[in-house]
């Protein structure tokens, strides 16, 4: 059978798969992967997990194995609106829709808001999945720069206005301010109330990621966007706090959209895992996702030090790292010669270590050719410092040459 010819049109926007790229070139053993942002399985609580998945089998039995309601179990619903209340979006339990994960979270909100050809305005660099999901429902983009402090206002509020006066509308505003993925930034907090005000005067959604945001391991607490407005979609994910195997998050909206969205996922996944909702909810509720956090945090904090040491002793000295304050990733910027899209399958073959290319954060895969994120998360101690000198002195051979 020719495949080719039974394909859909969407197929076709959604172009080539960095994801499967990666994992093609990540596969012999000996190669130490700095690309996929997955989290240290020292931050699993591995026994704790396998006292509570008994229990949730010893108590509840069968009602643990069947299907569930499509929004979610009403004891977890009812615990992710207690916990997003304490971080300033007071919430109830219809304001929650718990999702097959963060990505599906994102699927379902296309599914309910894009029309193709829509605009989806992202930062840029982004989340290269989620700008995969948006491409799959047809978007077109608008991407606006961002700095160490996140996105640029001032660029955002032009780009916005001269899009809306040639007669287009952006649907929505996907943004992850918290230890961002793939640049570990964040939306500075002065930046943040400016922001939601220049998307509300144009009625322009905000879809917020909030996937790292319990993450920080350095400087201070800053609010959410949803505890700034509470028309704020907050997606999340119980990959990042608890474990990604999981494969829960949750959706934080206004009670009407959230009816809509769980429309939507009828026709996705019916429900999310039941046996995997109990056991979130017995997390929560027993402090054991906090317990795993702090576990976290020091993990995390340790990786970013390590892999900041290894980058200021070995990367050429006009390169330019992020330093962040929590989350997995780590962004350079290398000299404008330096192509690291191109150099990765070399890098991989001589060196056994991986990275992202920079240009699969952009909508327009020309750009951030001199970049490359590390995600530090996975990997540790002195493999992870040696992993990032072996790709500080790669590139400095490249320049040297
Ligand atoms: C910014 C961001 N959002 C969402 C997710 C979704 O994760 P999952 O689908 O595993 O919940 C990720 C995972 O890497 C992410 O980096």
Known sequence: MDWSKHYAERLSLMGHSEVAQILELTSRPEVISLAGGLPSPDSFLLEETQEEAISVFRD??????????????????????????????SSGKGEILLTTGGIAALDLICKALLESGDFVIIEE???????????????????????QDGVCLDALEVRLDELIASGRRPKFFYIIPSFQNPSGNCLATERREKLVGICNARGIPIVEDGAYE???????????????????????????????????????????????LALCKQGQDQCSSTSGQHLAERFLRKGLVEQQLRKSRAIYREHRDLTIEAFKENFPKESLASRPQGGFYCWIDLPEEINTVRLLPEVVESENVAYVGGSAFYHDRDMGTNQIRLAYSFVSGDKLKDAVARLGRFFQSKLSA
């Open 125 to 147: 660099p982004s989340y290269l999945a989620a700008i995969q999901v948006f491409r799959s429902y047809g978007a077109q983009f608008l991407g606006i720069p961002t700095d």
């Open 60 to 89: 509840l039995g069968s009602a643990s194995l069947g299907y569930g309601p499509t929004e979610g179990l009403p004891p977890l619903r009812e615990a992710l609106a207690e916990r997003m209340t304490l971080k300033g979006r």
């Open 214 to 260: 319990d993450l920080r391991f350095e400087g201070e607490f800053q609010s959410n966007l949803a505890s700034i407005d509470p028309e704020v979609v907050h997606v999340n994910t119980f990959s990042k706090i608890m474990h990604p195997g999981l494969r829960l998050g949750w959706i934080n909206g206004p009670d009407v959209l959230i009816e809509k």
